[in-house]
């Protein structure tokens, strides 16, 4: 197999000393880092195959730690309404509406925006996972699938205040949660991997949160849910357990290192606090909360030893964005306008990301060794000069949009090139999410005729 060669470019390894290396190349043997330094140190090998004709911005692949696939499929529905009704309101009955194909067409879409935009790894939560594990699979990206949608309230009544339990939904979905882990951790050497998937602090009981963590420690695996995303979930916490959603978990045994917190928006510091204690991460989703109206106390978890990182939640997959809004909604939210430097929010979806996911050691920086996880920018754009390595990561947080991303590394293997996908056929996954939106949302209607979609 060819080296592959990255040369003369700004070089952003966010390694531990958050390095920038002016005039560097990076050389790629198989799926590993074989080098990474100044370009007049490297050594070439002959026929190598060179990757740029003209300088590039090069990161460590973008580490996106929450991500909803299939529901792309609200894109353009749900954007608009009050958290609750898009949770579930919108959300719910579309995961009982979406069939094994439906979900295996949509994630397929999300990930090619996903790939294209720069998300080497994902963390996906979606319905039927088996069918969202095969799309995942055969688009090359990296991902830690979530097993289960594991609850055991009947989620559609919760929009309307109605919380009731079975013992059944939540037998099936911690079944299919605990096949998906068995069929798929370590796939592909790793590429492919699971972590299991309560859906929300409410939507578990007591009960079924202490069955799941017990089958996360039998199977070895991690635990990733969504917290305190709104204030029906937090009130319904506290009537049912007398504590806050974080709290709670911590009772229960949950937080750790290997743990991951989506949106937390409305939690205490005292809940930051025990988080940060526990070595715990947030998936902070900022684009989509600030459509909700709301915004996360980002420095609070950073101040309480939080490990945040990025993720860009459903209806949208672009991770420059959400880096951008983590920036601006906070500085918005503390009044602090030189919040957080640029390479801050970098480290937020990279490094910080990969050590989410406990992968930090093969992933999430650019240094010899590790897996060959990287995006170039092409910044040779008029929105984006002038431009110099002392500001590239502000370049790039303030001005980049998605389309500068030229080209996608997963594991060595170029996956997006020139700002297209390499081995997928763009037009087919398009044309194909089409249609199944359609008709997924006909169907919606037709099912639950009284209610507003």
């Not at 069929?183 to 299991?196: A, F, L, P, S």
């Not at 989509?288 to 490990?307: C, F, H, Q, S, W």
């Not at 420059?320 to 983590?326: G, H």
């Not at 056929?425 to 006909?442: D, F, K, P, T, Y």
Request: glycine residues 8%; negative net charge; aromatic residues 4%.
């Amino acid at each position: 197999m060819k080296t592959k060669v990255i040369k003369n470019s700004i070089i952003v390894t966010m390694n531990k000393n958050r390095q920038i290396i002016r005039d560097g190349t990076v050389l790629i043997a198989g799926d590993r880092i074989d080098y990474v330094g100044p370009s007049t140190e490297a050594v070439v090998p002959e026929g190598a195959e060179i990757l740029n004709t003209r300088p590039t911005l090069v990161f460590p692949g973008f580490v996106n730690t929450h991500t909803h696939c299939a529901l792309t499929v609200l894109r353009g529905q749900a954007e608009d309404v009050h958290t609750v009704q898009a949770v579930y309101g919108l959300m719910a009955p579309m995961n009982e509406i979406l069939t094994p194909d439906d979900s295996y067409a949509m994630t397929r879409l999300a990930v090619a925006e996903l790939l294209r935009f720069g998300s080497t790894t994902i963390v996906e939560n979606s319905a039927n996972m088996q069918a969202v594990a095969k799309a995942i699979d055969s688009m090359g990206i990296r991902a830690v699938l979530v097993a289960g949608k594991i609850h055991d309230a009947h989620l559609t009544p919760i929009r309307h205040g109605v919380y009731t339990f079975s013992d059944e939904i939540g037998e099936r979905t911690l079944r299919e949660a605990v096949a998906l882990v068995e069929e798929w951790n370590g796939k592909h050497d790793g590429r492919i991997t699971c972590i299991m998937g309560p859906h929300a602090t409410d939507t578990c009981s007591p009960r079924m949160w202490k069955r799941v963590k017990n089958e996360a420690d039998r199977l070895g695996v991690g635990i990733t849910t969504h917290v305190s995303q709104n204030m029906r979930e937090v009130e319904q916490v506290e009537k049912a357990t007398g504590l806050k959603p974080l709290h709670f978990l911590e009772t229960v045994g949950v937080l750790g290192p290997r743990f991951i917190g989506a949106h937390c928006v409305f939690s205490t510091p005292s809940e930051l606090e025990a988080l940060g204690r526990a070595g715990g991460s947030v998936a902070h989703c900022a684009e989509i909360i600030a459509k909700r109206g709301y915004t996360a106390p980002v420095k609070e978890m950073l101040d309480a030893g939080v490990n945040v990182t990025i993720g860009t939640d459903n209806m949208a997959g672009d991770i420059l964005e959400a880096m951008r809004f983590t920036v601006t909604s906070q500085r918005h939210r503390t009044g602090i306008v030189n919040l957080f430097d640029p390479m801050d929010i970098i480290q937020m979806a990279t490094i910080n990301g990969a050590r989410a996911i406990g992968m930090d050691d093969k992933i999430g920086s650019l240094e010899p060794g590790k897996l060959a996880d990287i995006v170039m920018v092409d910044y040779w754009n008029p929105h984006l000069l002038p431009l110099y390595p002392e500001t590239a990561c502000s370049n790039l947080i303030h001005y980049g949009m998605a389309s500068d991303v030229h080209t996608v590394i997963v594991g060595g293997e170029v996956l997006v090139k020139g700002g297209r996908l390499v081995n997928s056929c763009e037009g087919e996954i398009i044309s194909q999410a089409q249609e199944v939106s359609r008709s997924a949302w006909n169907r919606l209607r037709r099912r639950y005729p009284t209610e507003s979609h």
